[in-house]
Antibody
């Protein structure tokens, strides 16, 4: 079964750091670019970050640039999001998501077809 | 950044109705528009990619089309399980990719 499972969310104080993980199974992880997408409470979907299959290309939305770092370990079939200097505006459910087609170098031209169940990040004192 | 203006923001309908949801792009985005269904507590599910291609396993009552800068998701005959929030997403060129604000489809 093709599956993504996120972990690492939790309650964190403003200014703190958190590392999210996403474990992939059931498909050739190293062939696919991956994304992180979040949804704040009561809000819509917001793309956060992208990493190509070989890690050669990464992109970030402006609000997290310089604070978040996306990475992957193809040998471990895992995707990560290191989040630093967290603020209340980062409170959201974070999803990892697979690009619909393999070997893509642009972000989701044909969408994202496999998603994890999400992990909740709450930034509050 | 490319804006996707999605309308309506909410929609009341009944089982069996035909409904349409529209997104207008703020600039040319070619055919890189995708549609998702989102239910509370669940992950988004891609329905349509590349304007009109039906994702595998998605019922044929869902369809997508384009007219100029307007992109439309149509559900031909609403089923009870279709009541959810729907999002368009553009994936043209340089990031960021952007989603529409969503359409809440309710009874």
């Amino acid at each position: 079964e093709v599956q993504l499972v996120e972990s690492g969310g939790g309650l964190i104080q403003p200014g703190g750091s958190l590392r999210l993980s996403c474990a992939a199974s059931g498909f050739g992880f190293s062939d696919y670019s991956m994304n992180w997408v979040r949804q704040a409470p009561g809000k819509g979907l917001e793309w956060v970050s992208f990493i190509s299959s070989t890690s050669s290309t990464t992109y970030y939305t402006a609000s997290v640039e310089g604070r978040f770092t996306i990475s992957r370990d193809n040998a471990k079939k895992s995707l990560y999001l290191q989040m630093n200097s967290l603020s209340a505006e980062d409170t959201a459910v974070y999803y990892c998501a697979r690009e619909t087609f393999p070997f893509g170098v642009t972000v989701a031209p044909y969408g994202m077809d496999v998603w994890g169940q999400g992990t909740t990040v709450t930034v509050s004192s | 950044d490319i804006q996707m203006t999605q309308s309506p923001s909410s929609l009341s309908a009944s089982v069996g109705d035909r409904v349409t949801i529209t997104c207008r792009a703020s600039q040319n985005i070619g055919d890189y528009v995708n549609w998702y269904q989102k239910k509370p507590g669940k992950a988004p599910k891609v329905l349509i990619y590349g304007v009109s291609s039906l994702q595998s396993g998605v019922p044929s009552r869902f369809s997508g089309s384009r007219s100029g800068a307007d992109f439309t998701l149509t559900i031909s005959s609403l089923q009870p399980e279709d009541f959810a929030t729907y999002y368009c997403q553009q994936g043209h060129g340089s990031p960021p990719i952007t989603f529409g604000r969503g359409t809440r489809l309710e009874i």
